[in-house]
């Protein structure tokens, strides 16, 4: 549904050499009845999906961990992050890409997923919308040593980790990333582990 108290005025570029950076001018209604003019920056960098694959009988699941410039800039001594096998889009549907990934970053096939929900991860700047899903995996998936892909740049460590020791991580700071979070928070939830 649109939102008719809501009239963009303007959209500059400012920068599209990784994604698109947007500056967006626009009047909203507020409730008072008065409109006001605004401007806010957008960073659209298309949508994405996040996979947490977990194994009910060894009580585990797999994370990777790779260097993520943004976190070292803002304090993370190494740059490491560890988090769930994500990816963009690139027009593929979401199912279609987080198997895709699932098998380039961790080398697992898999055939099934199960969305749990949607997500908008920083709605004051970001445009993405990721899709979250988990999978059941077993070692006779395993068909590459995934790691991601070279022309890409990526350089992925595969992590099989007890998921006890997983939320001993969110505790200790170790995994700091809120879509893995999400995503070991949903399987304690729901008593899936």
């Known amino acids: 549904m649109q939102n008719t108290n809501v009239n963009i005025e303007k959209t500059e570029i400012l920068s599209?050499?990784?994604?698109?950076?947007?500056?967006?001018?626009?009047?909203?209604?507020?409730?008072?009845?008065?409109?006001?003019q605004q401007s806010r920056e957008a960073y659209d960098r298309g949508n994405g999906a996040v996979i947490l694959l977990y194994n009910k009988d060894a009580k585990t699941v797999i994370l990777t961990r790779q260097f993520r410039l943004p976190t070292y800039i803002n304090g993370n001594s190494t740059g490491m992050l560890i988090e769930a096998c994500a990816g963009l889009l690139d027009n593929d549907n979401p199912e279609e890409c987080i198997k895709r990934e699932t098998e380039e970053e961790t080398g697992y096939k898999i055939s099934h997923v199960e969305k749990i929900f949607e997500a908008y991860m920083s709605p004051g700047s970001v445009t993405e919308?990721?899709?979250?899903?988990?999978?059941?995996?077993?070692?006779?998936?395993?068909?590459?040593?995934?790691?991601?892909?070279?022309?890409?740049?990526?350089?992925?460590?595969?992590?099989?980790?007890s998921f006890e020791e997983t939320l001993k991580m969110i505790?200790?700071?170790?995994?700091?990333?809120?879509?893995?979070i999400m995503l070991l928070q949903h399987l304690r939830l729901k008593n899936i582990l």
Do not use: P
């Open 16 to 36: 599209d050499n990784w994604y698109t950076l947007k500056k967006v001018t626009f009047n909203i209604q507020k409730k008072d009845g008065t409109v006001e």
């Open 171 to 180: 505790d200790s700071g170790e995994i700091k990333d809120a879509k893995t």
């Open 129 to 161: 919308i990721l899709y979250f899903f988990i999978a059941e995996y077993s070692t006779d998936m395993k068909i590459t040593d995934g790691g991601g892909l070279e022309d890409e740049g990526e350089n992925i460590e595969v992590l099989e980790l």
